[in-house]
């Protein structure tokens, strides 16, 4: 079993960075792979960045280049460092841990983490 609780959201101006973080508890952490989403209003959950237990990296078309994601074993974390937001960004972010692989299906994922919103104004 894997609880996941997300912080760092909240209000940035376009053209400006943010960092959310997941902090996980349990101790098979360290054997998912983990993953963000987001959802804006209206839309469906879309699959933004994740990171296999081996630090093997994979990211959305939309993010690349923008967002780095990392996580930390000893301290149970994975981080999302997000710059150049625009207001396209703007949803609420959702922390997941899942199967190998790094599937972009949120179907795929076993746990997921309450989320935090993320507003962009422009």
């Known amino acids: 079993q894997v609880q996941l609780v997300e912080s760092g959201g909240g209000l940035v101006q376009a053209g400006g960075s943010l960092r959310v973080s997941c902090t996980a508890s349990g101790r098979t952490f360290s054997r998912y792979d983990m993953a963000w989403f987001r959802q804006a209003p209206g839309k469906e959950r879309e699959f933004v960045a994740g990171i296999s237990w081996r630090q093997t990296t994979y990211y959305a078309d939309s993010v690349k280049g923008r967002f780095t994601i990392s996580r930390d074993a000893a301290k149970n974390t994975v981080n999302l460092q997000m710059n150049s937001l625009n207001a396209e960004d703007t949803a609420v972010y959702y922390c997941?841990?899942?199967?190998?692989?790094?599937?972009?299906?949120?179907?795929?994922?076993?746990?997921w983490g309450q989320g935090t919103q993320v507003t962009v104004s422009s």
């Open positions: 997941a841990a899942g199967p190998s692989g790094l599937p972009t299906d949120p179907g795929r994922y076993d746990y």
